[in-house]
């Protein structure tokens, strides 16, 4: 076999390995290192590298990726080069090299079908585990009272908060009539396994954003703003008013661990989950404010966290619970502009996408991953990093498709 046919092989493989991680994601991070590899190697095989440059520098999502990259490059220069401070890094470059691979809108419908079947199967399976009707020894990690299937209960209700908004979604814009009442039926079960069964208050609160502004991008700011008000009191309500709920519980945990934490409290003192969040964020607030312009470097958190509390009482952390206070310890107040714009740019350019689900789609993405990372820091998290990236890719590539006729 030459070369040339060994290269059209690997662009004809490439953009169905890619939309195989719509698969992988939910479901095995071994086999999202091992697609990714696939995915790298088919790219740099298929050539034709200047028609992808081409196709990269045309998207305003992957100018600002990269200048994500750029930064966090830089800040190796002055912070900790481990695993994870490059992990970081590859994040970023991520989206701009996936993206070629979805100019072919067929791989596009092919990756978010393969996405959401997995999530469609993951909440079969937490539902399942739920009513206790799997036997035991199985490859779902969760119990009846906490039914979460392969990764953690905070990463499956961040991103089934996301396949409900896509349920629903699909629900109202899209064309089939049999297939519209199939995603109905799917967005009401996602939203049930959120609020009643898996106990992260992350995607508690990313659940009521996406009801904002799926109510407001169906009914208009003037409508949809009170309809999705009364829709938020009137579920989540009804759910807190079953004391077995996940919803009731994890509220009621955080309401009594918020009243016992004192603002004047170090870790000696603070006995609970919330108390060591408040403090986690103030300590990385003067952190950032020690260092507001540079920053203490990509990977520098943990060393920076460690040093300010240092002959103190306060634990040392590695995580401050929050990707905003994330990116401004490490790269000051340029990147966390970066990050911001990041989001600004793909919720401006979202009005761009073709179809009438894709723009829904690609704001959705920004609101669960803009909402998630004020309580956790998401892009450090590989489910949840990869998650982001690979759809950032897959709806952003739509761009190329403004001025076709």
Same mark, same amino acid.
């Given at each position: 076999?030459?070369?040339?046919?060994?290269?059209?092989r690997?662009?004809?493989?490439?953009?169905? &390995? *890619? %939309? +195989?991680?719509?698969?992988?994601?939910? $479901?095995? #991070?071994?086999?999202? @290192?091992?697609l990714?590899?696939? !995915?790298?190697?088919?790219?740099?095989?298929?050539?034709?590298?200047?028609e992808?440059?081409r196709f990269?520098?045309?998207?305003?999502?992957?100018?600002?990726s990269?200048?994500?990259?750029?930064?966090?490059?830089?800040?190796?220069?002055?912070?900790?080069?481990?695993?994870?401070?490059?992990?970081?890094?590859?994040?970023?470059?991520?989206?701009?090299?996936l993206?070629?691979?979805?100019?072919?809108?067929?791989?596009?419908?092919?990756?978010?079908?393969a996405?959401?079947?997995?999530?469609?199967f993951i909440?079969?399976?937490?539902?399942?585990l739920?009513?206790?009707?799997?036997?035991?020894?199985?490859?779902w990690?969760?119990?009846?009272?906490?039914?979460?299937?392969?990764?953690?209960?905070i990463?499956?209700?961040?991103?089934?908060?996301? &396949? *409900? %908004? +896509?349920?629903?979604?699909?629900?109202? $814009?899209? #064309?089939?009539?049999? @297939?519209?009442?199939?995603a109905? !039926?799917l967005a009401?079960a996602a939203?049930?396994?959120?609020l009643?069964?898996?106990?992260?208050?992350?995607?508690?609160?990313?659940?009521?954003?996406?009801?904002l502004?799926?109510?407001?991008d169906?009914?208009?700011?003037?409508k949809?703003v009170?309809?999705?008000l009364?829709m938020?009191?009137?579920?989540?309500?009804?759910?807190?008013?079953?004391?077995?709920?996940?919803?009731?519980?994890?509220?009621?945990q955080?309401?009594r661990?918020?009243?016992?934490?004192?603002?004047?409290?170090?870790?000696?003192?603070?006995?609970?989950?919330?108390g060591?969040?408040?403090?986690?964020?103030?300590?990385?607030?003067?952190?950032?404010?020690?260092?507001?312009?540079?920053?203490a470097?990509?990977?520098?958190?943990?060393?920076?966290?460690?040093?300010?509390?240092?002959?103190t009482?306060?634990?040392?952390?590695?995580?401050?619970?929050?990707?905003?206070?994330?990116?401004?310890?490490?790269?000051?107040?340029?990147?966390?502009?970066?990050?911001?714009?990041?989001?600004?740019?793909?919720?401006r350019?979202?009005?761009?996408?073709?179809?009438p689900?894709?723009?829904?789609?690609?704001?959705?993405l920004?609101?669960?991953l803009?909402?998630?990372?004020?309580?956790?820091?998401?892009?450090?998290?590989?489910?949840?990093?990869?998650?982001?990236?690979?759809?950032s890719?897959?709806?952003?590539?739509?761009?190329?498709?403004r001025?076709?006729?």
């Amino acid at each position: 076999m030459n070369w040339p046919v060994v290269q059209e092989r690997a662009r004809q493989w490439a953009p169905w &390995a *890619a %939309a +195989a991680l719509g698969l992988s994601i939910p $479901l095995s #991070k071994a086999a999202d @290192a091992f697609l990714l590899v696939l !995915v790298l190697l088919l790219w740099l095989a298929g050539g034709r590298y200047g028609e992808k440059l081409r196709f990269i520098g045309r998207n305003p999502v992957a100018w600002v990726s990269l200048l994500l990259f750029a930064l966090t490059i830089g800040g190796l220069f002055y912070g900790k080069v481990d695993k994870d401070s490059l992990s970081d890094a590859k994040t970023f470059l991520l989206i701009p090299l996936l993206l070629p691979l979805f100019g072919d809108p067929r791989f596009r419908k092919y990756g978010l079908r393969a996405f959401l079947s997995a999530m469609g199967f993951i909440l079969l399976v937490s539902w399942l585990l739920f009513f206790d009707l799997l036997p035991p020894g199985g490859f779902w990690k969760g119990i009846p009272e906490n039914p979460y299937v392969v990764h953690q209960y905070i990463t499956q209700n961040v991103l089934m908060a996301f &396949a *409900a %908004a +896509a349920w629903a979604g699909y629900a109202r $814009l899209g #064309k089939n009539p049999a @297939a519209r009442a199939g995603a109905a !039926v799917l967005a009401v079960a996602a939203v049930a396994n959120i609020l009643f069964m898996i106990p992260g208050k992350t995607g508690h609160v990313i659940l009521a954003v996406l009801i904002l502004y799926y109510f407001m991008d169906w009914l208009g700011w003037r409508k949809g703003v009170p309809a999705a008000l009364g829709m938020i009191v009137l579920l989540f309500g009804i759910v807190f008013a079953f004391p077995g709920s996940a919803l009731h519980q994890r509220t009621t945990q955080a309401v009594r661990e918020f009243r016992e934490w004192g603002p004047g409290q170090e870790s000696a003192g603070v006995v609970n989950a919330i108390g060591y969040r408040m403090e986690f964020w103030r300590t990385s607030w003067s952190i950032f404010l020690d260092r507001p312009w540079t920053g203490a470097g990509t990977g520098g958190f943990p060393g920076a966290y460690a040093e300010k509390v240092k002959g103190t009482d306060r634990i040392v952390t590695d995580n401050p619970h929050s990707q905003y206070l994330l990116t401004a310890v490490e790269l000051g107040v340029v990147g966390l502009a970066a990050l911001l714009a990041l989001f600004a740019v793909q919720w401006r350019t979202s009005a761009s996408l073709p179809g009438p689900v894709d723009p829904f789609l690609a704001r959705s993405l920004v609101l669960t991953l803009a909402t998630g990372s004020l309580f956790n820091s998401l892009l450090s998290d590989h489910t949840e990093s990869l998650f982001f990236v690979f759809l950032s890719a897959l709806l952003f590539a739509g761009l190329a498709e403004r001025g076709k006729t």
